[in-house]
T-cell receptor, first 112, second 111 residues
Framework: DSGVTQTPKHLITATGQRVTLRCSPR?????VYWYQQSLDQGLQFLIQ???????AKGNILERFSAQQFPDLHSELNLSSLELGDSALYFC???????????FGPGTRLLVL | GQQVMQIPQYQHVQEGEDFTTYCNSS?????IQWYKQRPGGHPVFLIQ?????EVKKQKRLTFQFGEAKKNSSLHITATQTTDVGTYFC???????????FGAGTRLFVKA
């Protein structure tokens, strides 16, 4: 158990819909990262937040957005969903001064 | 943009054989990390290398960082079925730049 929690574990929805994925980092970690992993693919970095502020941005679609709240949990919002958005979405957190990332169990999104 | 290339993409070995995955970058890496993802699981941090030429060992796993800090390798001696999974190298976020993961090497071990 990494200490990072993600909800929900599974999500099935239809094209055109909007979903919200939630992540709670490890206690004390200020950084939260979001990744997308399609079937048997690598980890695509989406975005990073540090203490509520956006720190780095990867290949995140305009239909996707994220935020980190004062209690440090983070949400990833996916809208106008397409079939190709079906994937595993991982959240990771890291502590200050370290780049070591601790991954949550992921949310498996299926868009039908 | 900056990329971290990882080879091979897949590797099938017989249990007891050795395995190596390589990570290469066109630019100098500040440091490099290795992660393992078991089938159906999430990536788990293995190790971080920082110094040029650094070599670290974890039981049957040996990690190396190149002298020029542009490449790294992970070598597993005498693979076991518990070693199956995908091994990723990554250049962690430093100074506000995005984290870059290699594509991963998926290891299959036949008993």
């Amino acid at each position: 158990d990494s200490g990072v929690t993600q909800t929900p574990k599974h999500l099935i929805t239809a094209t055109g819909q909007r979903v919200t994925l939630r992540c709670s980092p490890r206690s004390g970690d200020l950084s939260v990262y979001w990744y997308q992993q399609s079937l048997d693919q690598g980890l695509q970095f989406l975005i990073q937040y540090y203490n509520g502020e956006e720190r780095a941005k990867g290949n995140i679609l305009e239909r996707f957005s994220a935020q980190q709240f004062p209690d440090l949990h983070s949400e990833l919002n996916l809208s106008s969903l397409e079939l190709g958005d079906s994937a595993l979405y991982f959240c990771a957190s890291s502590g200050p001064g370290t780049g070591t990332q601790y991954f949550g169990p992921g949310t498996r999104l299926l868009v039908l | 943009g900056q990329q971290v290339m990882q080879i091979p993409q897949y590797q099938h070995v017989q249990e007891g054989e050795d395995f190596t995955t390589y990570c290469n970058s066109s630019t100098t890496l500040s440091n490099i990390q290795w992660y393992k993802q078991r089938p159906g699981g999430h990536p788990v941090f293995l190790i971080q290398l920082v110094k040029s030429g650094e070599v670290k060992k974890q039981k049957r796993l040996t990690f190396q960082f190149g002298e020029a800090k542009k490449n790294s390798s992970l070598h597993i001696t005498a693979t076991q079925t518990t070693d199956v999974g995908t091994y990723f190298c990554a250049e962690p976020n430093t100074g506000g730049f995005k984290t870059i993961f290699g594509a991963g090497t998926r290891l299959f071990v036949k008993a």
